[in-house]
């Protein structure tokens, strides 16, 4: 699958590019180098500090983050590093450098979860990560100590945590095409008291966001709000249309009214999901269940919102023709929320409330997404 044009201008591909923040540029740790000392938190309610692997004979230290599709990429080549070489001393922990408030919602076009540490426990619990996850987007200055440029960036110490590995941890997001095996080949170079024979390599993935960023999210945000919202009348045949799907894209149709409790609470979830994914094969498309003469509240409600999706509100008064026009199995109950597929098929359907979480994991099941196995 190839990945959208959006994700891969965001990323960085050389080891050594300059990563900007707010206090300059961060350098990365040059070879030969002692692993600089950290004191951060874990997702497991620990916190961690270098020290805790002094016993190990080599550590690896992980740069990654949970919405990098390069770093999702390589989360079970980690679990595997991990249960290989942990028998033969080695230590590895994982650390994410960003810092969450400088990261775009454009940015999330490929994950479920962004870089909050409370997001980061739920990663490691559902990916069952079998190494320490520890949390520096507070810490600035843990990442900046180490440089690293892109996630996933591996830095690898030896027993007197001397760095003598930084790169990559192998040569392509797809495992079935790897065929340079990095960081293991330096592993196994160390453990065997020997200098890799390539210590240094470029490490390709998304840009380390450093809180210098934050200025770009509050411009990016300020865009979006200025963008147009409108809402347009439809009739029954309308929805009937629009159950029917449309080419490439997939649908998520969120029926509401402005008089309906749950409606509202969950619209900005919502809003903020079509944030997400928006640049890739997916549309929202919000239909109001007021009455016409209801129009105007129906859109200083999305408006104040800032509901920028495409925006519908029923066409005439006998509400039950449009229920059965849309979805004949539909009970009328709001909200209601249905996932289309680009043939009209229904992937997910909801009467009441949606878990945010669940809804952009199937979601992301449904427009597709980076291998990560």
């Given amino acids: 699958m190839r990945l959208s044009l959006f994700w891969m201008i965001s990323c960085l591909f050389l080891v050594g590019v300059s990563a900007p923040g707010a206090e300059g540029p961060a350098e990365t740790l040059a070879l030969g180098a002692a692993a600089p000392d950290f004191t951060l938190p874990g997702v497991d309610g620990r916190t961690w500090s270098l020290k805790d692997f002094a016993p190990a004979k080599a550590l690896v ?4 983050c ?3 599709p390069s770093a999702q990429a390589s989360e079970e080549r980690l679990k595997k590093i991990v249960t290989d070489y942990q028998p033969k ?8 450098p960003n810092d969450p408030r400088s990261v775009r919602l454009d940015e999330l076009g490929y994950t479920d979860l962004g870089d909050s540490f409370e997001d980061m426990k739920i990663r490691a619990k559902d ?4 190494f ?5 987007g507070d810490h600035e200055a843990v990442s900046r100590a180490y440089g690293p ?3 996933p960036h591996a830095f690898v110490f030896d027993g007197d945590r001397k760095l003598r590995y930084v790169g990559r941890i192998d040569d392509n997001e797809r495992e079935a095409l790897v065929s340079s095996h990095d960081l293991r080949a330096a592993l196994d170079a160390v453990l065997a008291g020997k200098l890799p024979d390539v210590a240094q390599t470029r490490a390709f993935g998304c840009s380390v966001k450093w809180a210098g960023k934050q200025d770009q999210v509050k411009a ?15 009739d029954p045949a309308g929805l009937t249309e629009l159950r029917k799907g449309e080419g490439a894209k997939v649908r998520l149709v969120n029926f509401w009214a402005t008089w309906c409790g749950p409606c509202v609470t969950e619209f900005p979830d919502l809003v903020e999901i079509h944030r997400m994914y928006r640049r890739r094969n997916f549309e929202f498309v919000s239909v109001a269940a007021n009455f016409p003469d209801e129009k105007a509240d129906v859109l200083r409600f999305l408006t104040k919102e800032q509901a920028s999706c495409r925006n519908l509100i029923f066409g005439g008064t006998n509400k039950y023709a449009f229920i059965e026009a849309f979805d004949k199995s539909w009970s009328g109950a709001l909200p209601f929320t249905v996932l289309l597929g680009p043939k009209g098929e229904v992937l997910f359907q909801q009467e009441g409330a ?7 994991r199937e979601i992301l099941k449904a427009i597709g997404r980076l291998p990560q196995r």
Avoid at 61 to 64: E, L, S
């Fill in 354 to 360: 949606v878990d945010p979480l669940e809804l952009k």
């Fill in 127 to 130: 990916r069952a990560f079998n």
């Fill in 66 to 68: 949970n919405h990098c």
């Fill in 61 to 64: 230290v992980v740069f990654t």
């Fill in 89 to 96: 001393g080695v230590a590895l922990v994982a650390i994410s």
């Fill in 220 to 234: 990016f945000m300020e865009k979006l709000a200025k963008e147009p919202v409108s809402v347009e009348p439809v």
């Fill in 149 to 151: 440029v892109v996630t």
């Fill in 132 to 136: 320490p996850y520890l949390y520096a």
